[in-house]
């Protein structure tokens, strides 16, 4: 993804930016989002979080974030790494900041599709106003 294509900031809480395109009441979503990953620290969680798109697209990067940040450290640190597969995390934030594979009507990516397309299974916050394409 190159800079053109990621989806544009409106604003940052915690560090983390908002996407544009969303009311203020969704924004207030959004950013108790952000501030529930902030307070995680099992990576188990911080997995299931990048990995659901019923999360905002803004704290599952932050999730991805976080999970890089922990075996970045671990790294440096020379200590054993945890069992982060960060090309696993990549693939499941593929998309989510990007303005061409932004889903039009709910908030996550049209790559996200294949973990809630099923009957059954909880969906993504339908948005307010489609995006326009």
């Excluded at 983390?16 to 009441?25: A, P």
């Excluded at 704290?59 to 890089?68: H, V």
């Amino acid at each position: 993804m190159t800079d053109h294509d990621s989806v544009p900031i409106v604003g940052i809480h915690r560090g983390v930016g908002l996407h544009d395109c969303q009311s203020e009441e969704r924004l207030v979503v959004v950013r108790k989002a952000i501030d529930e990953v902030f307070d995680i620290a099992d990576i188990r969680k911080l997995l299931d979080v990048a990995g659901d798109p019923c999360w905002p697209p803004e704290s599952r990067i932050f999730a991805g974030a976080k999970l890089q940040a922990i075996h970045s450290i671990a790294t440096d640190r020379r200590e054993t790494r945890p069992g982060i597969d960060l090309e696993y995390v990549r693939a499941l934030l593929a998309g989510v900041n990007s303005k061409q594979w932004r889903d039009p009507n709910h908030y996550c990516s049209l790559l996200d599709y294949g973990r809630w397309g099923a009957p059954g299974t909880k969906k993504p916050a339908k948005r307010d106003v489609p995006l326009q394409r």
